[in-house]
């Protein structure tokens, strides 16, 4: 049918010809959608009687609703797109002129075509017309996966003593406690000594360990298989092990000797090899979140193996494989972290980032699969497993019920009234219920309860309520959790709401290490970091390009942007100009960087701040970006531009027509990357997006598909000259990277983008939610504290915390009130 | 609305071609199903639609010959055993456009019919999308037989996945519960085990538990309106399901489960591996009578596998993108496309050979696999010429099948339609309604 229409349309025009206006008047838009677009259509002939003095709307509906709809939100079969973009009003009656009414572009030109634009521009199409017609709404949300987990892990963590982040950063010692003992089993009276280690990664040869004394031989070969001093010894390597972030950690461990590798719980081994077999390398995978410390443990044991040695690596997310670092030990015991293992499928993403705003069954199945989990963790911490039926004493009873008080208050966030301790708690404290029965019933209702799962449903509006939800979301802004004790005291006490007192709060919330992982995710997702893993590029022009170059350059980025975030100044405009880049040995050769910082041995391994040459301007040139936005063989500058103007530069752009093959080398092999792009997208009605995508994506075309810095293509040299035109209609040039970074850094529209993706990532909520003008004051916030980025984290924070929050000022302390008079 | 007298004319145009079309195909399905009367009402009819991602190798793929007499191309060739009991079709047409790329819309709109949300989720061209507005063909099919007691079985439907990104967006998403509603394919073949045979622990707690909770959620909800509410009315209605599932006893197993081999990482390294454990799952579940209806998804719309089992470095959607000149590229889509043939005819083949509990026809003369992709061709992002194939007992479905068929640039929906009804659900409309006219496929 849909052919059948075009080939007729000719006879329909006409047939519609007297009553086209009364159609475009009289139908309601959204019928008129579907159905009766196709009658809509107006004749050629029924322009001719639009008079020159026409209002903007009317030349509107009779020349272009019939495609556009009546409101610019577009006609099915016709133009089914929202008539919305952001090509400046001067821009806009060009391509009006020149182009429309597609099918007789010269019925709408001069006068009209301004008039038209200005009502378009006005009315819909400019960003300040799409600000007025939608204002999204702030949505009441569960627990995303990542919350839930988290909020999981720190409650059953309030209950057991453990080492802090806080704890492991304040202190300096790092490592493992080592204890030798001369003999296979950790006997006491065999304990040699007790150091602590960099790391485990030890070769002892045919040797005992240096700190073992060399026992005299024995005078006469022994017989006796259970014992042999010469050879026989053990070691237990004890501690903590940090995560910097959430996912999938491998541990690999080499050793041809008994080994037990221990992750996360001293008691269970994530590898027992205590038996040797062939074997020389084990691996298993484990799943850490990111901003804590975790108990670690190898055991190790050397009997009459003819030699002895043990190396425990790594790789974590996004990493190649290492050996443990000694910067991620910790010599002293910790406490169990509890991760739930319920299958939790992943969140709503399609408002471009994880929200908790549906749920489904395989969801609540995995809430109550966690709920179970945690049931049977408390019901082993408390040992009620051991208490033997109806022996309870009344000082066990009191215990149990004060944990349950606490795990329930500590979950909910906030003190619970008579009535929900007795829903809650009391109940089960009836004769009727088992010990084992009460903790099941307690855990299993508080994690399956609306107040867990819903952190921000409304309570009865106290102030002492309202300070309660400012500590919640502060928990799920910083660190994706609950709150913890301080920072609900430190809200409970009004103390959040005055800037002075507030600051060391809000410094606190920011340098906890949990606070690390969600400015890390941050960046993934405002960069689209992406799966480095499947970065492969033409082995024939980059032969020396390797899956590893690829991981290298995601940690090059990582700690270009740790980096900048986490010094002093913070400085975002960093982000563009910084002219180093962080480099290991093996990147440093591949992008020819200086590679002095690495004849110091020390540095090996380890990525380091590496000058670059004058063509380096922080993320815009570097390889990991322009690696990824790049084809296989050759660079794109489509793929870059369109990155830079979303991504970066905060613009939204069109659909191309369907169906576009893009042109290949083959097309033409003379022509440099450049002029393929130039030749497939120079006609008019492209060039209204590929204006702004090609000349952003010309200006870095110096950097070939895996980032490395050309003068020539072709045989011909590179030209990366282009001139852009912005949001407001100004051009400008770039002659190169340079321009391009200094522009990024220094545009308002692009630090806007940047505040917006950043306030999306921490509140979960679109930022128009908070009110018109909210992007904008905090925009001059960021102005004001010279664009530091942890310092809009925590205005960003403040703003979506106290939004809607009505706090009834309690009346000043009677002292003061004496004082002043 | 007699102001449109063209527009009359034209749906006047409109309904005479779709009866037209449809007249003989009404006559001619309702036909042979008349006649096999008891014995095809008996038959436990079950469908498997089986997505594979970054559309097809235009020579490695299409027959040339039109009709029962086409060619086994390369892609085909693990299937060649059946070619029987195969469909080949071109010319169906993926017509859903607005807004989310072609990644996007030739996943989220292919087994819904109908077109994206206006959302947030930027593809790589084209305006941002959310999830689909409608629901999906193998849920309508799953809601129909579950309706009706004869045809009840305890999940009614299994969504399998391959090694599917742990994302949830338009590209991870094919099968919808409704609008806005997209069901997550479990990837874990042991998570999948546990579904299908598992106890619940703590079942009596959890009981407990979200009886007392029906009141807490009362008075949440109570506080909040709109789309809020409507969530937490959402959620609430999952508990009652969950609580429901309790009471219902399960139905003791006619076969065993299958024993999957153990510790096998779920990461894409193990593809191959995965696969089979997932598909051996499947079988069971249908040789059990747990589902009519499943979905099989290797990894999402844009996947990007790389397939070193089969020696290649590069990840598919990257080859994909390759222009059709690069002979070396082109070989090694035809692999993994041959690859996926391979998977499907394992299940085929496991289809054929396992009889159905109680009857000496094989599960395979009762099933129909569809095989379908989000796109046409991989470097055009076409969703025109969909790659589908048809496999299966034909004459249970009033299929034909042993042809190569070519049609004239025609909406998948109806192809939907055609599915529906021969499991006896005569939907007039699945989808966008404009995209319907002409009613069911004829495939006779």
């Avoid at chain 1, 493992?176 to 002892?204: C, M, P, W």
């Avoid at chain 2, 991602?53 to 040339?64: A, C, D, L, R």
Wanted: glycine share 6%; hydrophobic share 35%; aromatic share 10%.
């Amino acid at each position: 049918m849909r052919l059948l229409n075009r080939r007729f349309q000719p006879v329909f025009w006409v047939l519609g010809l007297a009553t086209v206006v009364v159609v475009s008047a009289n139908f309601p838009t959204e019928t008129s959608q579907l159905e009766n677009s196709d009658s809509n259509r107006i004749s050629p002939v029924s322009r001719a009687i639009i008079h020159s003095d026409a209002t903007g709307k009317q030349i509107y509906e009779k020349q272009c609703a019939s495609c556009h709809g009546k409101d610019g939100q577009g006609v099915a079969d016709h133009y089914d797109e929202p008539l919305v973009g952001e090509l400046s009003l001067e821009k806009l009656t060009k391509l009006v002129a020149e182009t429309m009414p597609e099918d007789d572009p010269d019925a709408c030109v001069g006068k009209d075509a301004e008039k038209v634009s200005r009502y378009i521009y006005d009315q819909f199409y400019s960003r300040a017309a799409q600000k007025k017609r939608a204002v999204p709404k702030k949505r009441l949300a569960r627990l995303t996966q990542q919350q839930f987990i988290n909020s999981v892990a720190d409650l059953v963590a309030t209950f057991q003593w453990r080492i802090t982040t806080k704890d492991f950063y304040k202190q300096e010692k790092r490592g493992l406690k080592a204890t030798y003992y001369h003999s296979r089993h950790f006997r006491g009276n065999k304990r040699i000594k007790t150091r602590v280690e960099q790391n485990v990664d030890v070769d002892f040869g045919d040797q005992l360990p240096d700190v073992i004394p060399k026992p005299k031989p024995p005078k006469k070969k022994s017989r006796n298989l259970e014992y042999d001093p010469t050879k026989e010894f053990s070691v237990q390597w004890v501690g903590g092990i940090a995560a910097e972030k959430t996912g999938e950690y491998e541990f690999i461990v080499r050793s041809k000797n008994g080994f037990r590798l221990f992750v996360n719980d001293y008691t269970k081994p994530v590898i027992d090899q205590w038996v040797t077999s062939t074997g020389n390398e084990y691996r298993t995978k484990v799943y850490l979140l990111g901003g804590r410390v975790y108990p670690f443990k190898v055991d190790f044991f050397r009997f009459r193996d003819p030699t002895s040695g043990i190396s425990v690596s790594w790789k974590p997310p996004h990493q190649t494989e290492h050996v443990i670092p000694q910067s991620v030990l910790y010599p002293e015991w910790t406490g169990h972290i509890g991760i739930v293992h319920a299958a939790f499928p992943p969140d709503d993403s399609s408002s471009g980032y994880n929200r908790g705003t549906s749920v489904s069954a395989q969801w609540d199945e995995a809430v109550t699969a966690a709920a179970t989990e945690v049931s049977d963790w408390c019901i082993r911490h408390l040992r009620i497993n051991r208490i033997k039926k109806g022996k309870i004493t009344e000082k066990q009873n009191a215990q149990m019920k004060s944990f349950c008080i606490r795990f329930v208050e500590t979950a909910f966030g906030r003190k619970l009234n008579k009535a929900e301790r007795q829903f809650y708690v009391e109940q089960f404290f009836d004769p009727k219920y088992q010990p084992i029965e009460r903790i099941k019933l307690v855990v299993i209702l508080t994690l399956k309860s609306p107040h867990f799962l819903y952190p921000e449903l409304p309570t009865e509006k106290t102030t002492e309520n309202q300070r309660t939800i400012v500590a919640k979301r502060l928990a799920l802004y910083f660190w994706d959790s609950i709150p913890d004790q301080q920072l609900i005291d430190a809200s409970r006490a009004g103390h959040l709401e005055n800037a002075d007192a507030s600051r060391p709060h809000f410094e606190r919330l920011l340098n906890d290490y949990r606070t690390r992982q969600k400015i890390d995710s941050f960046f993934e997702y405002w960069l689209n970091l992406g799966e480095v893993e499947e970065t492969t590029k033409d082995e024939k022009t980059y032969p020396d390009f390797k899956v590893e170059t690829a991981i290298d350059l995601r940690q090059s980025i990582n700690h270009f942007v740790d980096d900048i975030f986490w010094s002093d100044d913070s400085d975002y405009r960093k982000l563009f100009s910084a002219d180093y880049m962080y480099a290991n040995a093996s990147l440093a050769k591949f992008y020819s960087l200086d590679s002095t910082p690495f004849n110091d041995s020390k540095n090996a391994d380890r990525f380091v701040k590496t000058k670059a040459d004058k063509n380096k301007f922080g993320l815009v040139t570097h390889p990991y970006l322009l690696t990824g936005l790049a084809y296989h063989k050759n660079s794109s500058p489509i793929h870059r531009g369109v990155f830079i103007a979303r991504s970066l530069l905060g613009r939204k752009l069109k659909q191309p027509p369907d169906d576009v093959e893009p042109l290949t080398e083959e097309f033409n092999p003379k022509m440099t990357t450049r002029e393929r792009v130039e030749h497939q997208t120079k006609a008019t009605a492209c060039m209204s997006c590929h204006g702004v995508i090609n000349s952003l994506g010309f200006s870095l075309e110096n950097f070939d598909a895996v980032g490395r810095f050309r003068k020539t293509e072709k045989q011909k040299e590179i030209n990366a000259v282009s001139n852009y035109e912005t949001i407001d209609g100004n051009q400008i040039r770039f002659d190169g990277p340079e321009g391009l970074a200094k522009f990024i850094a220094n545009n308002p529209h692009a630090q806007k983008s940047f505040l917006r993706h950043l306030f999306q990532h921490l509140a979960k909520q679109p930022v128009e939610a908070y009110g018109h003008n909210a992007l904008d004051q905090i925009h001059a916030k960021f102005v004001a504290s010279r664009f530091n980025m942890k310092t809009a984290v925590i205005e960003i924070a403040k703003y979506a915390a106290f939004h809607d929050i009505q706090l009834n000022r309690p009346a000043k302390p009677k002292s003061e009130t004496r004082k002043q008079k | 609305m007699n102001q449109h007298p063209q527009h009359n004319r034209r749906q006047f145009l409109g309904q005479s071609a779709a009866l037209a079309c449809s007249a003989p195909l009404v006559m001619s399905a309702s036909g042979p199903l008349l006649a096999a009367g008891d014995k095809n009402n008996n038959r436990k009819l079950r469908v498997v639609f089986i997505f594979t991602p970054n559309g097809t190798v235009k020579e490695g793929f299409w027959p040339k010959t039109e009709g029962h007499k086409f060619e086994i191309t390369p892609v085909l060739e693990p299937l060649e055993k059946y070619r029987d009991k195969m469909l080949v079709l071109h010319g169906v047409c993926n017509h859903l456009r607005g807004d989310g790329d072609n990644h996007m819309r030739g996943m989220g709109c292919f087994l819904t019919g109908i077109e994206l949300f206006p959302g947030n989720v930027q593809g790589g061209s084209h305006s941002p999308a959310g999830w689909a507005k409608g629901i999906s063909i193998d849920q309508e099919i799953k809601n129909y037989l579950q309706s009706k007691p004869e045809t009840r079985t305890t999940f009614g439907s299994l969504e399998f996945g391959i090694c599917v990104r742990n994302d949830a967006n338009p590209w991870t998403r094919w099968s919808y519960a409704g609008p806005n509603q997209p069901i997550a394919p479990i990837s874990n073949p042991y998570q999948m085990h546990k579904k299908m045979y598992g106890e619940i622990k703590d079942q009596k707690y959890i009981q407990q538990a979200i009886d007392l909770l029906q009141t807490e959620f009362d008075k949440a909800k109570q506080s909040i309106q709109n789309q809020d509410r409507q969530l937490v009315e959402n959620h609430q209605a999952h508990i009652a399901k969950m609580r429901e599932s309790f009471l219902q006893k399960r139905k003791s197993l006619a076969v065993a489960p299958p024993k999957l081999p153990t510790g096998v990482p779920v990461d894409r390294t193990q593809m191959p591996k995965l696969t089979r454990m997932q598909i051996d799952l499947m079988v069971n579940g249908f040789q059990n009578d747990l589902n009519r209806v499943a979905t099989l998804q290797f990894t999402e719309s844009v996947g990007q596998p790389i397939m070193k089992w089969l020696g290649i470095k590069e990840g598919h959607h990257q080859l994909s993108h390759d222009p059709d000149l690069n002979k070396k590229s082109q070989e090694k889509l035809v692999k993994i496309n041959q690859w996926y043939a391979e998977q499907i005819a394992y299940l085929v083949k496991k289809l054929d050979e396992t009889k159905q509990v109680g009857s000496d026809r094989s599960l395979l003369d009762d099933t129909l696999i569809v095989w379908g992709n989000e796109l046409g061709h991989g470097n055009s992002h076409t969703l025109n010429n969909i790659p589908l194939v048809l496999i299966g007992g034909g004459e249970s479905f009033g299929i034909e099948m042993g042809q190569f068929r070519k049609f004239h640039r025609v909406p998948h929906n109806r192809l939907w339609l055609t599915i529906a009804h021969s499991f006896g659900h005569k939907i007039k409309t699945f989808g966008n309604p404009r995209l319907c006219k002409g009613g069911p496929l004829n495939l006779k």
